[in-house]
């Protein structure tokens, strides 16, 4: 590491330290996974102890093809794919979950390039849902979701 420069190896040591990290969290092969009928969420149970708990809400059901796996706590709920384009694939998911009575809210652009990424966010009843769309390739698109309980912050500030 003599030859590298300082910023190159550090990067390399936290990456290398980080990854580590990762792959010792969960050793492979020990995940169980739960095939679900096609158009709804696949489910992995980790074994106890585990850092992936559920919320307590049933994973949302999805479009005919669209496949989804469980995500670790404190992130999105939720993330998989769905075989169509990101235009095709955005109309799919959001006209799905209108129908499941979620009401649209925004939609943020986070990158319109070659490899557009979107932010759809929904209300029902008492929860929010936020849905992240990427595109993968040509005829596959990503998506992650999560559903928080709304909070009454209206961005006041008391003093």
């Given amino acids: 590491m003599k030859n590298l420069p300082l910023f190159t190896a550090v990067f390399l040591l936290i990456f290398l330290g980080g990854l580590g990290i990762v792959l010792l969290q969960q050793p492979a092969g020990t995940a169980e996974t739960k095939k679900r009928p096609s158009g709804t969420a696949t489910e992995s149970f980790s074994p106890a102890g ?14 005919r093809g669209a496949e989804a796996w469980r995500c670790p706590e404190n992130s999105w709920e939720y993330t998989g794919e769905i075989p169509a384009n990101f235009v095709s694939a955005r109309g799919q998911l959001s ?21 557009p990424q979107i932010l759809l966010t929904f209300t029902r009843q008492e929860y929010e849902l936020t849905l992240l769309l990427w595109k993968i390739k040509t005829n596959l698109t990503g998506f992650s979701y999560r559903r928080d309980k709304k909070s009454d912050f209206k961005g006041e500030i008391i003093q």
């Fill in 50 to 63: 585990s850092s992936a708990a559920p919320i307590g809400l049933p994973p949302l059901p999805l479009p």
């Fill in 95 to 115: 006209s799905w979950f209108q129908n499941l009575s979620w009401r649209p809210e925004k939609q943020i652009t986070l990158d319109a390039s070659l490899k």
